[in-house]
């Protein structure tokens, strides 16, 4: 059985911080991190790698410090690490990351591709999803729990918000899943050791099958044009009052917002 994981380097979002004239994050000084949804499914990789003898290859796109988290996955039992990093890839929204990732992927073996439900510095949900559209692959989203028959079967606990679905799938396809589903391993330290003496394979546009129009920010139909944090609200009132009076007040509030006449 052959998996592959995409993870992504993030900053830690708990201490991200805004430039006010620019809009943009300040990543100096800023601690990076594995993205916890791609953490989750890392350990389900593993945890398949330890009852089904699976090979685990982790994939992630970003620039070269990257590296970091693609030797943290070998730490905790990865087989094998790619990163796509190339000038060609640079200022991709979340299309031309799939497509970039899409690419890699078509030159690699795998029987499933995990990926983390969203990344904490953009909360799309959308990479997964679109890598198994450019593939054609079926795909399932929220994953809690999957099952593995050891041979072409996968039963899988998915998420929704009435509860969860149970969902049979045979042969090939992608998941997403929820960090809450999987508590991930710690790295060893001779794993540690380990990650740090084996290779992380470099690719660039040369590595992966894609058209050069479809990556980057050429290749971006989305911009983000500005980000900023949200401004502090002013404290409210409390009234203490019955509900008639209540009504009374709450109407008042709407007219003075102009909300209703």
Known sequence: MKIIVCI???????????NPATGTLIREGVPSIMNPDDKGGLELALELKDKHNAQVTVISMGPPQADTVLREALAMGADRAI???????????????????????RKLE????????????????????????LLDLPQVSYLEDLEYDGKNKFTIR?????????VEVDGKLLVTVLASGYKARYMSVKGIVDAYNR??????FDNIEVEEQKLGLGGS?????????????????????????????????????FIIK
Do not use: C, H
């Open 8 to 18: 992504k380097q993030v900053p830690d979002t708990t201490e991200i911080k805004i």
């Open 83 to 105: 990163l796509l990093t190339d000038r060609k890839f640079a200022g991709a929204d979340t299309l031309a990351t799939s497509n970039a990732l899409a690419g890699a992927i």
């Open 110 to 133: 795998y029987d499933l591709i995990i990926s983390g439900r969203q990344a904490i510095d953009g909360d799309t949900a959308q990479v997964g999803p679109q890598i198994a559209e």
């Open 158 to 166: 998915k998420q929704t918000e009435e509860g969860y679905e149970m």
């Open 199 to 204: 290779e992380v394979e470099l690719w660039g």
């Open 221 to 257: 139909p989305t911009q983000v044009k500005k980000a900023f944090s949200k401004s502090a609200k002013a404290a409210g009132e409390v009234y203490e009052v019955d509900a008639e009076e209540a009504v009374g007040i709450i109407i008042s509030k709407l007219k003075e917002k």
